[in-house]
């Protein structure tokens, strides 16, 4: 427990990778928290104390992202941690946090069906995503779906609940293909092939990483047309546009809380800060939104509590509300999960995304999708 009189600074840790694979994606969620922990401190931090942020780069390895957890709680003293992307580097942190009783607070969008008191998700659940992707697919392109996914949790998982989405709805899965994390272009050219053959009406790829541009890249190589048969993603942001190249990516399609182009004021606000810190050229995107926000909702209750205890700072952390770049969010009581908004974009030519579909006010988490089924059980 602290004390109240003292300015040593809230140690906090953070873990995304600057190296390997991930680093494409999970460099931006570093900047993210970076850019929230710094305006912070610029405004004279929490109850007058700086925030300290204890980094280390896991470099895409699941089982470093484990270890250095550890580090942190053991050699380090944290108790709260900022980080991971993939659901396989999260498996690794969970048993540290639970045991250690830290916790985690997790800004990646994942497949649902988790629940830990010693994690924050405030990336989007299947029902902020998923579920009205799959409809605005089939209205606009059709009823064929081709899945690729990287070979790890969270795109067989996702993939499973888009094959019920898709099932329920009317429609076929013609194909399903996996490719290892780190894949190369090569490895897409017999995929797209089998694509080819199929003839489906969209292909949604759960690929991730580096491998994400290399797929795009390859689909572009093979003459796809995106107005016909778009590439669909939970995953792909404007990060991963800009490296595969804004001719490459535009009209393909993803589903995110939040686009760099949405308007509102506490958007451009934030874009500024970006880019200021950053450069003129470098996008901001969902997962970069969502370590950002999660340290303002982190520092909201730490600066309520005035203690870094795991237990206090949950309890203020839970049902809080925070006006985040994408709009007005909350940390839903029953599951921990963020209540996000749910939209969808079509890539333009600018390395953009235009919406195709918008909520009208933020979606409830419901990381079980309890209320879909309920929905077919009874609808």
């Not at 541009?213 to 003459?223: I, P, T």
């Not at 804004?246 to 686009?259: C, K, N, R, S």
Request: aromatic share 12%.
């Amino acid at each position: 427990m602290e004390t109240t009189n003292t300015t040593e600074p809230w140690r906090v840790g953070v873990l995304f990778s600057q190296s390997g694979f991930m680093a494409v994606i999970e460099e931006t969620q570093l900047r993210g928290t970076l850019t929230a922990i710094e305006e912070i401190n610029a405004a004279g931090g929490i109850n007058g104390r700086e925030v300290e942020p204890v980094i280390y780069d896991p470099g895409s390895e699941s089982r470093a992202f484990g270890r250095l957890a550890k580090r942190l709680m053991v050699e380090d003293g944290v108790n709260t941690i900022f980080g991971c992307y993939t659901s396989s580097s999260r498996k690794a942190v969970l048993p540290v946090v639970e045991r250690l009783n830290g916790l985690l607070w997790y800004p990646t969008l994942y497949e649902g069906f988790e629940y830990s008191p010693n994690v924050i998700y405030t990336g989007a659940a299947p029902n902020q995503n998923s579920v009205e992707l799959c409809r605005v697919l089939m209205e606009m392109y059709g009823k064929r779906f081709f899945f690729v996914g990287s070979d790890y949790i969270y795109p067989r998982e996702s993939n499973r609940i888009m094959r019920e989405l898709v099932k329920n709805s009317g429609g076929e899965v013609v194909g399903e293909r996996y490719v290892r994390l780190g894949a190369d272009r090569r490895e897409f050219n017999e995929i797209l092939r089998e694509m080819k053959n199929a003839q489906p009406d969209v292909i949604f790829s759960t690929v991730v990483g580096d491998a994400t541009v290399h797929l795009y890249q390859a689909y572009n190589d093979f003459g796809f047309n995106p107005k016909v048969t778009p590439i669909a993603s939970l995953t792909t942001t404007e990060a991963e546009i800009k490296a595969m190249g804004y001719d490459v990516g535009e009209g393909h399609i993803t589903a995110a809380p939040y686009f760099q182009g949405i308007g509102n004021d506490r958007n451009s606000s934030f874009v500024d800060l970006y880019k200021r810190r950053y450069g003129e050229d470098e996008p901001t995107n969902m997962c970069l939104e969502a370590s950002y926000f999660q340290v303002h909702v982190f520092a909201k209750a730490l600066g309520e509590t005035n203690s870094i205890d795991t237990e206090i700072l949950r309890a203020s952390v839970i049902g809080s509300e925070y006006e985040a770049p994408q709009g007005e969010i909350s940390i839903n009581p029953v599951c921990g999960h963020a209540d996000l908004w749910t939209r969808i974009g079509r890539a333009n030519q600018n390395g953009q995304f235009d919406l195709v579909f918008e909520s009208k006010d933020r979606v409830k988490a419901d990381p079980y999708l309890i209320g879909y089924s309920r929905n077919l059980a009874f609808g």
